[in-house]
């Protein structure tokens, strides 16, 4: 009786050894398939841009040495840079001594700039900081490498438009229209080409500064003394990119629409593309059999 009563005990006691084991093993699987996210992987908390002393822009710029220079457009040239305090590259946009010297309103850059750096989003290019000086207003941004899309259109003579095939294309008009969408609701090419918005909100301080900005707003803006930018402004860009981006042309002082609008009207759309327009049937030929498939 008493070896049964061991026995019994004994089996018992496997069965409970056993299911531990199978309840950890459910666990383990549990939580590699559903990991708890500690601090470090939670997202970072936004943090306004921080000002910069001027001898640190200058100590990072080479004393804004042409060399360095990346860009330039209608607020101000960008240079390429790396700051002494985190050995980061970034970029460094020098605003027009003229605009600053003329516009009062930049004196408000800094406050301006602190919420729009609130902005935090993949295809918008990040606003980190800023530097004031007499007669300098310095924005220092996010740092892209790829250059910018006029660089890679079909009638650069550099013959860097094989890098963008339609796919790419695509990319960069999905990932503009998503910047653009994140800015305007509320604030809620990068290395693999894909678009990133910048110099977002700062149309204000330079509301008469044509520079850079013909071609890509429609002739009712510039008839109203510049105007103030809105989302209906930035629809009529983005749709001005899209022709560039489909067409392989550069918008060229507003030309590129009044190329494209017979076109559109008569829904000639395939005299639009460029060189691509092969490429763009096979794409539409294979989706066409694939849904009828």
Same mark, same amino acid.
């Given at each position: 009786m008493k070896s049964s009563q061991e026995i019994a005990y004994y089996f018992i006691l496997s069965l409970l050894a056993a =299911? *531990? %084991?199978?309840? /950890?093993? !459910?666990?383990?699987? =549990? /939580? #590699?398939?559903?990991? *708890?996210? &500690?601090e470090e992987s939670l997202p970072a908390a936004r943090i306004s841009a921080q000002g910069y002393p001027s001898t640190d822009i200058d100590a990072a710029t080479d004393g804004f040495n042409h060399r360095r220079i990346i860009g330039t457009g209608r607020l101000g040239? %960008?240079?390429?840079? %790396?700051?002494?305090?985190d050995q980061k590259p970034v970029? !460094?946009?020098r605003t027009h001594p003229s605009l600053v010297l003329s516009n009062a309103c930049l004196g408000l850059i800094s406050s301006m700039l602190k919420t729009l750096s609130l902005a935090q989003h993949p295809n918008v290019v990040p606003i980190l900081g800023f530097s004031q000086a007499p007669g300098e207003r310095i924005i220092v941004m996010g740092f892209v490498s790829a250059v910018s899309l006029d660089y890679y259109l079909p009638e650069n003579s550099? $013959?860097?438009? &094989? !890098?963008?095939?339609?796919?790419?294309?695509?990319?960069i008009a999905a990932g503009?229209? #998503? $910047?653009?969408?994140y800015l305007h609701g509320g604030m809620a090419p990068n290395d693999k080409l894909g678009a990133r918005v910048s110099d977002y909100g700062? &149309?204000?301080? *330079?509301?008469?500064?044509k520079r850079g900005l013909v071609g890509y707003v429609d002739d009712e803006f510039w008839s109203n003394g510049?105007?103030?930018?809105c989302k209906e402004s930035d629809v009529y860009g983005f749709g001005v990119v899209l022709l560039e981006l489909l067409t392989g042309r550069r918008t060229e002082e $507003?030309?590129? !629409? +009044?190329?494209?609008?017979? =076109?559109?009207?008569?829904? +000639?759309?395939s005299e639009l593309l460029d060189q691509i327009r092969l490429e763009v049937a096979t794409i539409l030929n294979n989706l066409e059999i694939e849904l009828c498939a």
């Open positions: =299911f *531990v %084991v199978i309840l /950890c093993l !459910v666990l383990i699987l =549990f /939580c #590699r398939k559903k990991p *708890v996210e &500690s040239t %960008v240079y390429a840079a %790396v700051l002494p305090s970029a !460094v946009k550099d $013959g860097a438009s &094989s !890098v963008l095939d339609w796919s790419r294309r695509l990319r503009a229209a #998503r $910047g653009l969408e700062l &149309s204000s301080l *330079v509301a008469n500064e510049g105007g103030e930018a $507003g030309l590129l !629409v +009044r190329w494209a609008l017979p =076109f559109i009207k008569e829904m +000639r759309l």
